[in-house]
Structures are given as structure tokens and as C-alpha cells.
């Protein structure tokens, strides 16, 4: 795949689930089961997306990615896309990003802190998608 995608598209997203099923299995995953809305707010055009995973038993079964109210998640994490797009592009770790206040939580900071590995290892497969942001 030579051509960029747009960041959160329609297109970047099947890659994306294409890439995280293909890359990280149950066992790479710690077999967990837990789902996440990250909010991006100051999208590019003015509005606000959301980016929606959902893993049982360490399987993705959901990724969503769209506008309006996300679906119901274990952890809510917002912030502006520009951080989430340099968490994306592995400019800013996600663990760095929380704790400096750039992005805000909803949902158990221990747990969260716990699935830091496993957010690193999706950001990793994420950021190796040639992407517009």
C-alpha cells in the first residue's frame, strides 16, 4: 500500500482493524477484555470524531471510528486530535500525554495504567499505516 490514508477515514479504519487482528493476537493482547472511546475534539473541518475499540478475551471485535456520541466504554479518554494524532504517529506516548494533562481519563486510572503496554502495542501497529493527518 504506497497511498496515504486520512487519519480516522473510512479507509484508515478497515486498515487499521485489518493491521491490529493481523499483528496482535489474544496472547499479545494479555487476553483482555476491555473497550475504549477515545474523543478527538478540534478535528480538522471543525467537528469532533471518535475512535471506538472493544476487546474480549484479548480479540479485537470492535473498531469504530465516527461523529456524534460514542458507544458506551469501560474508559473515555478526550482530547485534542493534534495530541492524538502525535500518540498515533508515536511523537508522544500515550502514557505521557495522560499524565501531562494533555488527554483526560474517565474510567480507572489503575486499570488504565495496568493497559499501558497494551495501548503502546495498538499505537505501534497503528502508527505503521501510511496516513494524511
Same mark, same amino acid.
Given at each position: 500500500?504506497? @497511498? &496515504? !490514508?486520512?487519519? !480516522?477515514?473510512? =479507509?484508515?479504519?478497515v486498515? #487499521? @482493524?485489518?493491521? %491490529?487482528? =493481523? /499483528?496482535?493476537?489474544? =496472547?499479545?493482547? $494479555?487476553? *483482555?477484555?476491555?473497550?475504549?472511546? $477515545?474523543?478527538?475534539? $478540534?478535528?480538522?473541518?471543525?467537528? @469532533?470524531?471518535?475512535?471506538?475499540?472493544?476487546?474480549?478475551?484479548? &480479540?479485537? /471485535?470492535? !473498531?469504530?471510528?465516527g461523529?456524534?456520541?460514542?458507544?458506551? #466504554? @469501560?474508559?473515555?479518554?478526550?482530547?485534542?486530535?493534534?495530541?492524538?494524532?502525535?500518540?498515533?504517529?508515536?511523537?508522544? +506516548?500515550?502514557?505521557?500525554? %495522560?499524565?501531562? +494533562?494533555? /488527554?483526560? !481519563?474517565? +474510567? $480507572? %486510572?489503575?486499570?488504565?495504567?495496568k493497559?499501558?503496554? /497494551?495501548?503502546?502495542? *495498538?499505537?505501534?501497529?497503528?502508527?505503521? *499505516?501510511?496516513?494524511?493527518?
Open positions: 500500500m504506497a @497511498e &496515504k !490514508l486520512a487519519y !480516522l477515514s473510512e =479507509e484508515w479504519r486498515e #487499521a @482493524e485489518k493491521r %491490529l487482528k =493481523e /499483528v496482535l493476537p489474544p =496472547e499479545k493482547m $494479555n487476553h *483482555i477484555t476491555s473497550s475504549m472511546s $477515545n474523543i478527538y475534539k $478540534n478535528c480538522p473541518g471543525g467537528k @469532533e470524531k471518535y475512535f471506538y475499540f472493544n476487546y474480549v478475551k484479548g &480479540k479485537l /471485535v470492535d !473498531l469504530e471510528i461523529e456524534g456520541k460514542p458507544p458506551a #466504554a @469501560e474508559f473515555t479518554i478526550t482530547g485534542n486530535y493534534d495530541i492524538f494524532a502525535k500518540v498515533t504517529k508515536q511523537e508522544m +506516548g500515550s502514557q505521557r500525554a %495522560l499524565m501531562t +494533562g494533555k /488527554v483526560k !481519563l474517565r +474510567g $480507572n %486510572l489503575v486499570k488504565a495504567l493497559l499501558a503496554a /497494551v495501548s503502546d502495542r *495498538i499505537q505501534k501497529v497503528l502508527s505503521s *499505516i501510511p496516513a494524511v493527518y
